[in-house]
Structures are given as C-alpha cells and as structure tokens.
C-alpha cells in the first residue's frame, strides 16, 4: 500500500487526528499536517529526501493538546527523537503512530540507519581554513594537536552568527526556556557569541540527548560542523555511560545517580 | 539545647529510684573560663611545658594548656593541672599573660553538682588493653611496634605525622615501612595472658580496614600480612570488605604467634609463629601492628560497682538478651562497650535503644524540664532596597594578624548597598552579638554580611542573631576569611588581604540578592505504623505505646511472633517462647495497640510527620494516618541446595533442629554421632554476606546434645568460628566439653553421602592432614539467612535495599536504624541478620529515633529548598529522576515538576540538572550564584 | 520488661548520661530530642570519646570526625 | 556520578583542544595535607600549560547585569 493510501486510512479510521508529513507546493516540499477537513491534499504528499524535524512540531501540538493523537511519517532518525521524546516525557507512545520510509538516500533497504551514512560533502573552503564535515571524529583528534584542535574550533565557532538555527531546528531541544539565551549566561546582542563557551554549553546540553539526525548542521547558515562536534559528544557518553540517545526507551544516563560507577577519577598527569 | 554538658566531671554518688534519682558529681578545675575562651591558641603556643599527647596515644606532644584535639566540642582549652608550670610550682604563668580573652583562672576550684534526674544511662566505653605486660610482644621496647589505636593516629591526617605512613622510629620521618603485621587478638580470646576470655568483637575488622589503609597511604608497594585465629567479619557488607581487601593483596595468615623481637642486627622486628599446619616460620617486618581488645576501665568498673550494678566476670554490665540495655538497677540503663564489646553501629543502636528505655517510665513528664525559644516578630524587608551591613571579623590575631582587616574595612564600605561596616575583635562572642542586634535594629540594616570563619561552625549563631533583631534568619552571609584565607596564606599577608577583599565583595553581592525564606510548620500525627509482628516489631510497638503514643501493627501472618516462634533458646540459655508469648500478651493487653493480622501495606502517601498509609487485610482496606513508620519484616532461613538436604531424613537445618529440641524428638536421645556444617550458602560467591547468628547457633545446639549425652560424638566443621563478643565462652565451653571443630575453605568443603540410616561426612583434618569421614545420625546445615522480598514495601515507603535485599540504612556507622527518608526507621533482620538481643536492642533504638519525631508537635518545612518555576519547566522529569529525596513529581494536570517542601534537602542537585534552569534553591538561586561569580571575575 | 512499678507518679523529666563517646552522645541527643533534658557527664575536658581518634571508618571509608 | 560527569566534560574539552584543565579528586575534611597537594599540583600544573587560550577572548564581566558591549574578537587562524 503506498502511503498516501495508509495516511488516508489512519486519518479516517480515526486511528490519528493529524498526519505530519511533507506536500509539494510549487516544486518544493514543505512540512504539513494531513487532517480530515484537507484530505484533498493527500494528492501533493511526497516523500524524498527532504528533512525536517516533524517530530518538533507534534511536541508543539501536544503542548497545546495533550491527548492529541499525531501520525509522523518518519525515517530511523526520526524514530530515535521520537524514542528521545518518549523517555522524556515530551511525547507518549501511545499518541503517536509513526509510519516509517526508507532512510535517506537509501533506496533499497527500508530500514538502514543514517547514522552510519556519509556526512554530506562540503566545499573547498572548508577543507582549506576549517575542520573537514568528513573527517572522522578520532583522526581528527589523532592529526591534530591540542593547539590546533583548539584553533579550528575557535575559528569555526567564530563564524556563529547566534541565528539559533541549530537550537530551533533540534527535533530534541524542548525546553520552554532556553540557557542560551539567558542574559547572565549569553550577553545578548554579541557577536560571536562568547566562543567557545555558547557551543560548548549547548554542546553539554546536548550530551544523552543528540539522536545525531544532523538537521543542526544543514541548517547552520555559518557552516560551522556541528554534527562532527556532537558526534563526539555521543561517542564519549556512549563511552563513559554506555548509551545511545534514542536507541531505546532507557532514560538518559544523565539524570540516574547511584547506580554503579566503575570508573575512577582520572590521575592528574592523564 | 536542651542538652546540658558537663565535662571534667565525674559522678560520685547516686541515690534514690527510677523516676527519682539524686545524682552527686564532682566538677574538676578546667582553670579556664569557658565563656571568655576563645580559642585562639595563643596559650597553648606560648605555654612551654610539652607533654606526651594521650590523643595521639603518645606518639606526639601537648602542651601543658591544651584541647584535647581541633575539633573538639567544647572548643575551650584546658589547663592540665599536674603538668602545668604554675600550678606545681608556681612558675611561669604565660598563657594568663598571654591570653587576649582573660580567660585564664588558675584560682579555678573543683566544684560540687547535684542533678534530680529520672533516669540514668551509662556510656562510659572502654579502654584499650595495655599491651606492656605481654613479654613476647616487646610492646614498648621498639617503637615501631605499636598498638591498633597507636596506628590509627600514624594513619590520622591530624596524627603526629601528618597521615603519612612512616616508621615512629624514625625521627625524620622520612622511612616508609615496607611490610607491616597485624597481630590479631592481643587482650582477647586469652585467658592465659590477659585475664580477657573474650573476643572484642571489632579488632578484626578494623585490622582489615587499616592494612587497606595502610596499602593506601604507602606510596611504594606494602606488604600487609594479618595473623589471626578465626575472621570475625560478621557485620553487614564485613565480608565484602574482607574479601576486597584479600583481593588488594592483604595476607590472612592463619596462626598463633610466638614471639615479636626487634632484631638488634638488622633493626627491623622479627616473628616467629605456627602457621595451620602446625609449623614454626620465622619472618621479618618493619613494623607490628597489635590489635587490642576492648576492655572496662577501673573507673568504669568503680562507677558500676559504687552504683550496685551487676558485672559480669569480665567486668561488663550484666544484661539479659531481653532487655540489652537495662542494668540489674532500675532506672539505670547502659549501652555501647559497658554493656559488651561492640562496634560502632552497634553502639550507636544501642545509644538509642537506652534512649527509648531510659525515658519509658518518664513519658507523662515529657516536655516540663525542656525549653523553647520566644522569638521576636519578623520585619518585613523582602520589598526595601538592601541596607547590608558588613561585619568583619579579626578573630583575634586569628585573620587580624594576616589580613589587614582596616583595608578590608573600609573596602567594604565602598561596595554597592552596603551602608555600615564594623570591625570586630570577635564576632562570635557574646558582647558583640548583643552588639550586633543593637546595630541592625538602629540603623535599620536589611541584609547582613558577616567576614569571619566558616558557615559551617557559625551560620547557626548569627543566624540566631537575625532572629533577635527581627530580620529573617535567611538574609546573611558570610565570607571565610579566616579557614579559607588567613590560615592558608598566613606568609603572604598582602596577598592574603587582596583575597579577603574578594570574598567580601562576593559575599556582598550575593547578599545584595538575598530574600527573606520562610517556613512553614505542619502538625504531626502523633501515632506510628510498625510493619512486621515479629521480636522486633513487637518490642518496637510496645516501647512507642509506652511513651504515650498509639500504635498500628501490621502483620503479614495470622498470627504475631514471626522467627521468635521457631527459637529455643538464646546464647545466654534464656528460654525464648515464653519471652515471644509475654510479648504478644502485652501488645494485646495495651489498649493503644491495634493490630492487624494477615495484613499488608497496599500504598504510602504523605511524608515525615504526615503519612496516610493505606493497608489491605483479607476483609477490609483501611487508611491509616501516622506520623512515623517502623519497619521490621525481618528475614528467612533458606532451604540449602546441598550436602543431601531434602534428600536424607538425617540432613536438617538449624531451625528444624530447634524444632525437634521443641518437640522433645526421640531421634535426639538416639543420635550417637552428630555433625554440623557451618556456612551453607553464605561467603560464596553469589552470597557473600555471613549470617552472623549461625556459629552461636549451632554451638548451643551442640551444646543441647552433649548435655543430654557427653559420650555424643559432636563435630563441627567451620570456616572461621564467628562468636564474637561475649559469645566467645560458649565456644570456649563446646571446646572443654569435647566438641570437635574442624576447619575447612571453599575449596575443600565436606563431602556428604546418604547412607540407609545415616549419612556419611567426609572432611579433611588440616593439622593431621588427613580425610576423615563420619556416620553422623543427624547433620545439621547452618543455612544462609536471606532477606525477604520487601520490593512493593520500599517502593511504598521510598526506601531502598541493597543487591542481597537487606534494608538500607541512611549511614551504615552513624545512622543504623533510619532510612534516607525522613520518618521511616528500620530494625530487626530486615536490616541484616542478627541475635535476638541485638533485634531488641534496635528495636528500641528505632523507637527512640521515631520519638524524636513524635514528641514534636509541629516540623518546619521551607526554608533552603528547591522551587521549581512552573513556566521554564519542560516537564522533562529529570529532576524527578537526580532527587535523592524523591521531594520532587510530576503535576499530571499541568506536565510540570513540583517541590514537595517537607522532602526536600537543599541539596541543588535538580538545579543543576535542568538545562533550562526551571528549578532554582532557595538562598542560592543562580541570580544570586551568578552574581557572586561575576563578582569574583570583576577586579 | 523495662517497666518498674515503683516509678513515681510525677517522674523527674530530666536523664543524665555518664559517658560522652559516640554512645553517650548519640543516646543524649535522642533524648533531648524527644523532649527531656539531659546532663551528659564526660569526665575529659571534650566529648567525642574513642571515635575521635580513629582515621577512617569502613565499609565506607568515611571519616570518622 | 560526578566521575562520570567529569570524565565526560574532560574527553569534551580534549577535543576542543583544552585538555588537561579539569581534575578530580575526593578529599575529606580530614585531609587539610591532601587538599593543599593537590591544589598545588594542580595549580603548578595549570601554570605549566600557560594562560587559557580562551581567557584573550572573553570579555571582562562587570558588575552590572545585562551590559552591552561589543568587543571585537581574535582567534588564531587554523594552520
């Protein structure tokens, strides 16, 4: 059955009272919500490779209609936010009814992980002056020494233009009050925002909670490579606590204390 | 403060009955006024006359005027009246001159007191066994032999040499040893040396705790090797620590040891002992550490015996397992060491329990000897622009002679909002504090900043302070410039003061921010809930109800009195049945015990002084309203998985044993051979706890069948023999009446095989070296003890229980009987397996702690706690998860967290958590930590 | 049980412990804390008693102080 | 907890190039000799590995909340 079909049958089954999903408008595809008063759009639903944090935009509904029951068509990435959500109480299982499609660019397997795809390519100038999208995190670390690390951050966070993209883009950045924009943290009306502190407070808040759908970096207008950042982050709290953001439903490690610490405070000279 | 300290003194005459008790003491000469001593030090830094220092056990020095240690409580110093120059000879008397305060009196008589008290309780503790009279140890004849406490304060960071494990013999300080020995029972388990046939119960664990210690300290690799007869490491989570220990490299040497000698040649100390296999091995160490036994002090033993007390033949206060901390007088009650050696939970269980006791037969007078404060009305400032008033401290010479405290001053007096800066010579002291109020009220100060020590010893008092003035007790604060500043950077005077500037101008700029916190009082339902009819949570009910207030006991069975049904008899051959039936008998004759059979606890709500507890009973469901909660569900024997048990009518456990004793089987007349197998299923692997009762247990049996028949052939096989205490001589007895006691580890355990009538045991006899193998009629399992399933009653109560499911206490030293959760208390075998006595005893004890919430009429909540801003919260419940309190839910209706008041501590833990800063603590809310952190960065 | 029959009919609500170790310390502030007044005798010049002098304490390895 | 914690923000600034200027240690009350070996260490430690490269790029923090001013930033351009 092809979604169009499905998404019908949801919504007149009652099954879900919005379907969120993508509609073609003049050659572009753009976030929609599929109710029963516009089914006559169902014809313009389309499914590409076009991405948005749909999922974001049912933790807004809920908000305003806790017991609204919201169907999302959703690719991995999608799945491991709407998990994130789940364990952190911004969405409940049962309200929604996530319809899965084939994973970006992937055509043939229709469940493979993007995490596991390529970064997208980035331009020269980039590979010039800033750190490579495609680099892998470790050789990156390996390549570089702690002052040139440092730079490259540096200059990268430089370019911030404190658009917040990245933050209103995140399908798991939920909280009605954001520290990013606390006047005592962040002076307000700065630019750059006081490097490296603004990214790395976000990168912290990010740590257990970073299901690395890398909406952040394509939305960054200053190209500043955020995935790569908190693709690290990830791999240090999958190191250090042993989870996966959005994996499953387990709560982030980050708010469990006592349980068993086998680790020891590093020495010094580490 | 209602409690009165009275030290230097000693009691001289008791007089009278329970209830009405005349008490006559004699107060010696302190030589200093307790209320213009300071503490600064000066004396003691002048004072010229060093003494051995008896803190230290010696090993460092004193001077003649002296606290005992830094900490001490009351921090005054003391004159020592034989050492001191001028009171023996008349000379000197530097520290009068000397001391800023004039606090020195060296006409100071000894003074007489008489107290009228209903009640007395004896804690007078031990005193180490003396080591000097044992030849063979050489204790005093090289000073790297050293006695447990000795060592103690070789490890202690405040001790002589600074924490750093170094030989005493050497002067400099600077020879690290590389094998230390702990030689086990030195003044225990020894009648021929020292007179103390018993075991002291806690020498063994702390041998383990300092050779981890000692591993600890030492920077190069350490040899430490413990020589001891058995491992007594009965105490809950004992075990695992052993077992860490062993697993760090700590030798166990199982011996007897010979002789210690220093070696003239090579200077270190040679030992010669038997090892297990019975052969004599010489080794060298560098240092021998003696662990020595507890034992009662001559002054003790005269108090007792001046009072008519009881002793038993070591000198400690007789008591019988009923009733662990009554004295053979009434109105005299005991507990810690007096009462039988004992470590430190059990001393603070049997504190309370004395407490409960101590006060049964006072409870109608409750309240008339106490007092409560009458404060003044409150100002209302929380609206006015702040009027901060800084106060800043010399302390003496303490930061005076560092900080120039002028500069500081008058800096102050520059800062945004302050409108009054004074200087004190001390803040604390009284005249000042009196000061203070006169200046706060006058000059209509709103926010006090005061720069002198720690918080930690001083808040307290100055928040007092507030009070008296009229100003809410929240809206101080202050900065340690003494502890954090003059005393660390006392050789570099400027930089010193430049600091003191800084943490008052931070102080200043938090208080700037400060606003008035309030509290908010709840009532407190005066009744309790105990859960669990057994020993424990029957004496528990009946103490509550005999102090006056009513209790529900709720009982899982149909009927009360859960093990202590199955019991014979204790240790001290005390008949046990009729004990549990006069118990039940008395909790069905009191009129302010409701009891409810075939019971269970469905679900809690509420918290410390408010719970409603709803409890499910076969006919009905009620919701009960209490103030405190007792937990006593106790524990199970298990069933083995082992040596034919279940297979072999011969193969038995130890309460199935006392139940043919009960039944006056005639398969016991009958049995000719009997064997008994310790440690089944405890100390493996998957349960590596001990079960503490079993050895005892298992002797008395014994015991029962060499009575009726001394030609009974009776054989133990043990892995270590755990009689701790007094326990000891029924082990010495078993062993005088021909009990057999063999020895075996994990590795080579018995091997049993059933026979038609009998079943055949067959160990391996260490010192022959060789199997033997016996026809036993019956054998009897001492089985592992395992916690019951308790899950559905922690989650209720929101208390938690360790992996092998015994109850978790709040702190397993100084906190045996609560829970982390206010308002709930423990006691019995749910905590850990343990003799009646000791189920009594913290039975009693966790009466006396629920007391201290019962007797209050009302609890203050509020304060420093965190509030939750319902419009930032995201409703993400990560605060719910970090509370440790569980003060913190969720509002289902708004999807929002909320604070409940009277669980929560302050600890800020939800504060930091919450990326978007929804929760803020009270009286630290990130405004004013912002605040102070900027101003730190602002110079 | 610990009850004595000769107990007065207005008991003295006042207790005195003799001892100012962690056992006599511990007893006196749950007494005072259930709201009768207490004399805790120490016959040194400071309480604490033997605790104060050891190091650390196990299983924990808190310090004792 | 806290080791985690730490470890985490330790392994975060290693990749930002800030590595080794957050330690842990546990010290007790009792442990005045520690404290102040540790804090020595540390300090000699930190002193050792020269100025924060960030300290040139913030901005002095003022009394004042909510202060507006614009500074103009450096960065070492990468190499």
Request: aromatic residues 8%; charged residues 25%; negative net charge.
């Amino acid at each position: 059955m092809n979604i169009t079909k499905q998404v019908e049958q949801l919504l007149k089954q009652g099954d879900v009272d919005i379907f969120l999903a993508y509609r073609e408008l003049d050659g572009h595809l753009i976030p929609h919500g599929y109710t029963l008063d516009n089914l006559e759009d169902l014809e313009n639903l389309k499914v590409s490779q076009h991405r948005y944090s749909l999922e974001k935009v049912a933790t807004h509904l809920t908000e305003k209609k806790p017991n609204l029951k919201i169907g999302i068509v959703a690719r991995d990435c999608n799945q491991r936010a709407l998990n994130l959500l789940y364990t952190w109480n911004q969405l409940s299982p049962e309200n929604i009814t996530p319809l899965m499609v084939n994973c970006c660019p992937s055509q043939t397997r229709n469940h493979s992980d993007c995490t596991y795809l390529e970064p997208k390519k980035t331009g020269t100038f980039k590979q010039k002056k800033g750190i490579d999208f495609n680099e892998n995190p470790r050789e990156f670390m390996d390549n570089n020494d702690n002052g040139q690390r440092f730079s490259r951050w540096m200059y990268e966070f430089s370019k911030c233009i404190k658009c917040y993209g990245c933050r209103n883009i995140c399908p798991v950045c939920f909280c009605t009050d954001c520290s990013l924009e606390n006047p005592d943290l962040v002076e307000p009306g700065a630019l750059p925002p006081e490097i490296p502190i603004f990214h790395l407070v976000r990168a912290t808040h990010m740590a257990g909670r970073c299901i690395d759908c890398g909406l952040c970096e394509d939305a960054c207008p200053a190209e500043i490579p955020l995935r790569f950042l908190y693709r690290e982050m990830n791999r240090i709290v999958s190191d250090v606590f042993d989870y996966t953001p959005g994996a499953g439903l387990e709560k982030s490690p980050f708010t469990i204390i006592g349980n068993e610490v086998t680790l020891e405070p590093r020495p010094m000279d580490a | 403060m209602n409690i009165e300290l009275l030290t230097l003194t000693e009691v001289t005459a008791i007089s009278g009955q329970e209830g009405d008790i005349t008490a006559t003491l004699v107060q010696h000469p302190r030589y200093v006024d307790t209320d213009k001593c300071i503490a600064c030090g000066l004396c003691a830094e002048k004072c010229p006359k060093k003494v051995p220092d008896e803190y230290n056990e010696g090993l460092g020095k004193r001077k003649a005027i002296y606290v005992p240690y830094s900490q001490a409580v009351p921090l005054k110093y003391t004159i020592d009246p034989n050492n001191c120059l001028y009171l023996t000879k008349e000379r000197c008397g530097l520290c009068e001159t000397v001391c800023p305060s004039h606090a020195i009196n060296y006409l100071d008589q000894k003074k007489e007191i008489t107290l009228n008290v209903g009640s007395v309780v004896l804690s007078t503790g031990f005193k180490s066994f003396d080591p000097s009279g044992l030849d063979h140890l050489s204790f005093g004849k090289h000073p790297d032999i050293v006695t447990s406490m000795g060592f103690e304060r070789v490890l202690s960071a405040t001790g002589p040499q600074g924490g750093h494990l170094v030989l005493p013999s050497d002067k400099k300080h600077k020879k690290e040893p590389k094998k230390i020995a702990w030689l086990q029972c030195v003044g225990s388990r020894d009648e021929n040396r020292s007179k103390n046939s018993y075991c002291s119960s806690v020498c063994c664990m702390y041998a383990v705790k300092q050779s981890v210690m000692a591993m600890d300290h030492s920077k190069a690799p350490l040899d430490c090797a413990i020589f001891y007869m058995d491992m007594r490491t009965q105490g809950k989570d004992f075990d695992t620590y052993l077992e860490k220990a062993k697993d760090n490299g700590v030798r166990f040497v199982r011996s007897r040891v010979h002789t210690v000698m220093p070696d003239p040649h090579k200077g270190n100390l040679v030992m010669t002992y038997v090892d297990e296999l019975g052969a004599l091995k010489t080794e060298y160490f560098d240092m021998v550490v003696l662990s020595t036994g507890l034992e009662i002090s001559a002054d003790s033993f005269a108090l007792a015996t001046g009072m008519g007390i009881e002793l038993d033949a070591s000198n400690f206060i007789n008591t019988n397992s009923f009733n662990p901390v009554s004295t053979s007088m009434p109105g005299i009650y005991a507990c810690g060491v007096f009462t039988g050696p004992k470590d430190i939970p059990q001393s603070v269980m049997e504190a309370s329990a004395a407490a409960a006791a101590a006060t049964e037969g006072l409870a109608v007078s409750r309240n008339t000897l106490t007092k409560a404060v009458v404060k003044p009305k409150e100002r209302e400032v929380a609206e006015d622009a702040p009027k901060i008033g800084v106060f800043v401290c010399n302390c003496g010479t303490n930061i005076g002679g560092i900080v120039d405290i002028p500069a500081v001053a008058a800096y102050a007096a520059e800062l945004p909002g302050v409108v009054y800066v004074e200087e004190n010579l001390f803040t604390c002291s009284q005249d000042t504090q009196d000061k203070m109020v006169e200046v706060i009220r006058n000059k209509g100060l709103n926010r006090i900043v005061v720069a002198a020590c720690t918080p930690k010893t001083h808040e307290e008092l100055f928040r007092e302070t507030l009070i008296d003035a009229g100003l809410n007790k929240y809206l101080i604060e202050m900065a340690n410039i003494r502890n954090q500043d003059s005393w660390v950077h006392s050789d570099e005077p400027e930089k010193a003061t430049t600091k003191a500037k800084d943490l008052v101008r931070m102080a200043v700029a938090k208080a700037f921010r400060l606003a008035p916190l309030f509290e908010t009082q709840l009532p407190v339902s005066p009744s309790a809930l105990v859960v669990g009819g057994g020993i424990a949570g029957m004496t528990a009910a009946l103490s509550l109800s005999r102090q006056g207030y009513p209790v529900t006991l709720v009982e899982k069975n149909q009927h009360m009195g859960g093990n202590g049904r199955q019991l014979c008899k204790t240790w001290k051959n005390e008949e046990i049945a009729p004990f549990v039936k006069g118990l039940i008998a008395d909790i069905e004759a009191d009129g302010q015990i409701q009891t409810l059979l075939g019971a269970t606890v469905e679900s809690v709500e509420g918290f410390v002084g408010n719970f409603k507890t709803t409890v499910t009973s076969v006919d009905k469901t009620q919701l009960i309203d209490h103030g405190v909660a007792l937990i006593a569900t106790g524990a199970v024997e298990s069933k083995p998985t082992e040596y034919a048990y279940g297979q072999h009518k011969a193969v038995m456990t130890l309460l199935e044993l006392d139940a043919l004793f009960m039944e006056k089987d005639t398969r016991l007349e009958k049995a000719m051979e009997v064997v008994f197998i310790q440690c089944v299923g405890s100390r493996d692997k998957e349960h590596p706890y001990c079960s503490k009762v079993c050895c005892t247990h298992a002797i008395k049996s014994a015991m029962a069948f060499k009575k009726k028949n001394p030609d009974t052939g009776v054989y133990v096989l043990y892995r270590d023999i755990r009689t701790y205490g007094q326990r000891e001589t029924l082990y010495r007895e078993a062993r005088k009446a021909g009990i057999l006691f063999f020895q075996y580890d994990l590795d080579s355990k018995p091997v049993v095989t059933p026979g038609e009538n009998r079943v055949s045991v067959e160990f391996t006899d260490t010192i022959l070296g060789r199997r033997l193998c016996v026809d036993a009629d019956i054998l009897c399992l001492s089985a592992r003890i395992d916690a019951r399933d308790n899950t559905h009653l922690s989650q209720a109560f929101k208390v938690t229980a360790d992996s092998a499911g015994w109850l978790l206490e709040a702190h397993q030293k100084l906190r045996p009987v609560d829970f982390a959760t206010d308002g709930v208390f423990l006691c019995g075998m749910s905590h850990y397996p343990k003799p009646v006595d000791e189920s009594i005893a913290q039975a009693k004890a966790a009466a006396a702690r629920a007391l201290t919430v019962l007797s209050r009429n009302s609890i203050n909540v509020g304060g420093i706690v965190a509030q939750i801003d319902p419009e930032r919260c995201a409703g993400c419940g990560g605060c719910v998860e970090v509370c440790s309190y569980n003060a913190i839910t969720m509002d289902p209706e708004r999807e929002v967290a909320v604070v409940n008041d009277a669980l929560c501590k302050g600890c800020g833990a939800c504060a930091a958590t919450c990326p978007s800063e929804a929760p803020s603590l009270m009286g630290f809310n990130n405004d004013q930590l912002y605040a102070q952190i900027k101003s730190a960065l602002a110079v | 049980m610990d009850k004595n029959i000769n107990t007065p009919a207005n008991p003295q609500g006042a207790v005195m412990v003799v001892g100012g170790g962690i056992a006599g310390m511990q007893a006196a502030l749950d007494i005072a804390n259930s709201g009768f007044y207490v004399y805790l005798v120490e016959k040194s010049p400071a309480i604490g008693g033997k605790m104060a002098q050891l190091d650390k304490t196990f299983p924990t390895n808190d310090c004792a102080m | 907890m806290t080791i985690k914690r730490i470890t985490f923000v330790q392994e975060m600034l290693k990749f930002m190039g800030l590595e080794g200027r957050l330690h842990l240690e546990w010290i007790s009350s009792a442990e005045a000799q520690k404290f102040a070996r540790v804090v020595t260490d540390f300090t000699e430690k930190i002193t050792h590995l020269g100025p924060s490269p960030i300290a040139g790029q913030t901005r002095s923090i003022s009394m004042e909340p909510h202060e507006n001013k614009r500074r103009k930033h450096e960065y070492h351009k990468a190499g």
